[in-house]
Nanobody, 128 residues
Framework: QVQLVQSGGGSVQAGGSLTLSCSAS????????MNWFREIPGKKREGIAG???????NYVDSVKGRFTISRDNDKDTLYLQMNDLQPEDTAMYYC??????????????????????WGQGSQVTVSS
């Protein structure tokens, strides 16, 4: 059974940085795709960054150049380094993982409902 436990997040002023971590267990044969999603109250949960088992990553335009997704396979941990944070980045952030074959699903723009395994969420608040 795959379990994802998140840490990190918090409050920061605009221009600041935060790092989110997502510690995974039971992923060895069950997961090849890992993503970060975020959700603003009243809006749909959206994918923002994705990474495949081979390390290839991609991002949505709104975070490209500011956020970096990475995974440490030895530690079974997924990271999201967020730099130059802006108030519009304020959201609840979730890590997600699954074994997915379709390129559209193993992608930063993947729809949230294709992912089976989820972290508990981390709040990120950016003040101006």
């Amino acid at each position: 059974q795959v379990q994802l436990v998140q840490s990190g997040g918090g409050s920061v002023q605009a221009g600041g940085s935060l790092t989110l971590s997502c510690s995974a267990s039971g992923v060895a044969s069950n997961v090849n795709c890992m993503n970060w999603f975020r959700e603003i109250p009243g809006k749909k949960r959206e994918g923002i960054a994705g990474i495949k088992g081979n390390g290839l990553s991609n991002y949505v335009d709104s975070v490209k150049g500011r956020f970096t997704i990475s995974r440490d396979n030895d530690k079974d941990t997924l990271y999201l380094q967020m730099n130059d944070l802006q108030p519009e980045d304020t959201a609840m952030y979730y890590c997600a993982a699954d074994r997915l074959d379709a390129p559209a699903d193993c992608n930063a723009r993947a729809l949230y409902y294709v992912y089976k395994y989820w972290g508990q969420g981390s709040q990120v608040t950016v003040s101006s």
